[in-house]
T-cell receptor
Framework: AQKVTQAQTEISVVEKEDVTLDCVYETRDTTYYLFWYKQPPSGELVFLIRRNSFDEQNEISGRYSWNFQKSTSSFNFTITASQVVDSAVYFC????????????FGKGNQVVVIP | EPEVTQTPSHQVTQMGQEVILRCVPISNHLYFYWYRQILGQKVEFLVSFYNNEISEKSEIFDDQFSVERPDGSNFTLKIRSTKLEDSAMYFCASMGGRASYNEQFFGPGTRLTVL
């Protein structure tokens, strides 16, 4: 069974600070995909990144970076030099290659960036 | 860029009434999903649909729920007799196919309020 844990619930940072969101996952499948989504106050789910289980390369996209560590089953997300527009809920999610590709989401991290 | 659309954006209904939430997936996609997010909670999988039938459903998706793809473009979620606890944001998602690396494209959601 697939499971995603995001232990931190709400994180407050002052603008320009960095913030790291932890994501730990469980799966029995050897091929799986990991995702991060942003949910701003308007409610939609905004896709940020997908990573497959065979690609452990870390990725940087602007102020966002992701650290995938298969050995610890973690896929952490860092926002560098946070801005007020980063205030949102961030969800980590997992889908397995077997089966019907349903996404299992973590509980989300509420990030509040204080100006 | 193609996108998933959902109507209505907000639906208010009385307990016991039937509601139909509508989604138009991306036109060449083959896999369709409904997810639910109760306010302040995580996004939960409801059902997946492929080849004109349900491929997987969660324990949430009981006999009160049904899905349909009536005309090759729309994908609907029906709740037969709504309960207060059905109040949530409902997201539709679609995916192209197995080669699309499990990337699901989400619609903007329908906020359902049951009074």
């Amino acid at each position: 069974a697939q499971k995603v844990t995001q232990a931190q619930t709400e994180i407050s940072v002052v603008e320009k600070e960095d913030v790291t969101l932890d994501c730990v996952y469980e799966t029995r499948d050897t091929t799986y995909y990991l995702f991060w989504y942003k949910q701003p106050p308007s409610g939609e789910l905004v896709f940020l990144i997908r990573r497959n289980s065979f690609d452990e390369q870390n990725e940087i996209s602007g102020r966002y970076s992701w650290n995938f560590q298969k050995s610890t089953s973690s896929f952490n997300f860092t926002i560098t030099a946070s801005q007020v527009v980063d205030s949102a809920v961030y969800f980590c999610a997992l889908s397995e290659a077997q089966g019907n590709n349903r996404l299992a989401f973590g509980k989300g991290n509420q990030v509040v960036v204080i100006p | 860029e193609p996108e998933v659309t959902q109507t209505p954006s907000h639906q208010v209904t009385q307990m016991g009434q039937e509601v139909i939430l509508r989604c138009v997936p991306i036109s060449n996609h083959l896999y369709f999903y409904w997810y639910r997010q109760i306010l302040g909670q995580k996004v939960e999988f409801l059902v997946s649909f492929y080849n004109n039938e349900i491929s997987e459903k969660s324990e949430i998706f009981d006999d009160q729920f049904s899905v349909e793809r009536p005309d090759g473009s729309n994908f609907t979620l029906k709740i037969r007799s709504t309960k207060l606890e059905d109040s949530a944001m409902y997201f539709c998602a679609s995916m192209g196919g197995r080669a699309s690396y499990n990337e699901q494209f989400f619609g903007p959601g329908t906020r359902l309020t049951v009074l």
